[in-house]
T-cell receptor
Framework: SQTIHQWPATLVQPVGSPLSLECTVE??????LYWYRQAAGRGLQLLFY??????ISSEVPQNLSASRPQDRQFILSSKKLLLSDSGFYLC???????????FGQGTRLTVV | GQQVMQIPQYQHVQEGEDFTTYCNSS?????IQWYKQRPGGHPVFLIQ?????EVKKQKRLTFQFGEAKKNSSLHITATQTTDVGTYFC??????????FGPGTRLSVLP
């Protein structure tokens, strides 16, 4: 069966520090991968999505970046965090076509 | 660009009351999906509707897809405290992307 792993679950980082969140998917091949951010009590904001290795589409210009070094690995990074980067970051995958999305457990990031 | 809207933003109900959330798209959708996110959790897929006018039921939940395939609704009969959470609709957009509505947050008072 397919599973998605996302870590860490919680993270407290100082302003100006770097960030690296990792997401891996098991049990499937060629997944479409997504990074979302959710502010407290708000909806899901799509940050990046990828349809293949090395292919990244950015939806929202900001100081975050994403990379997909392997088929089932998706990484969200920042060189210098801002206070406004705080939020709940969710990784998701789905197969090509109109299929359901599967979300990771999320990372709750607090920038202090 | 394509927009998906949901109303209401919040809904507080007494346990046992019914609840409905509505989803509207600015464009015709090939399908629509519904997700539930429990407080502190991640979104979990509930159902997908594909056909115009389609109605699907899952126990106390009834999902409808509009005839024009631009709107959808989720109705919960006799809410329970386990129904608490935020309900999102989502529709496909360009490429392999899909867009979520802002969600309806449901609280159920015991």
């Amino acid at each position: 069966s397919q599973t998605i792993h996302q870590w860490p679950a919680t993270l407290v980082q100082p302003v100006g520090s770097p960030l690296s969140l990792e997401c891996t998917v098991e049990g499937t091949s060629n997944p479409n991968l997504y990074w979302y951010r959710q502010a407290a009590g708000r909806g899901l904001q799509l940050l990046f999505y990828s349809v293949g290795i090395g292919q990244i589409s950015s939806e929202v210009p900001q100081n975050l970046s994403a990379s997909r070094p392997q088929d089932r690995q998706f990484i969200l990074s920042s060189k210098k965090l801002l206070l406004s980067d705080s939020g709940f970051y969710l990784c998701a995958w789905r197969l090509t076509g109109n299929t359901e999305a599967f979300f990771g457990q999320g990372t709750r990031l607090t920038v202090v | 660009g394509q927009q998906v809207m949901q109303i209401p933003q919040y809904q507080h109900v007494q346990e046992g009351e019914d609840f409905t959330t509505y989803c509207n798209s600015s464009t015709t959708l090939s399908n629509i999906q519904w997700y539930k996110q429990r407080p502190g959790g991640h979104p979990v897929f509930l159902i997908q509707l594909v056909k115009s006018g389609e109605v699907k039921k899952q126990k106390r939940l009834t999902f409808q897809f509009g005839e024009a395939k631009k709107n959808s609704s989720l109705h919960i009969t006799a809410t329970q405290t386990t129904d608490v959470g935020t309900y999102f609709c989502a529709g496909p957009t360009y490429g392999q992307n899909f867009v979520f509505g802002p969600g309806t947050r449901l609280s159920v008072l015991p």
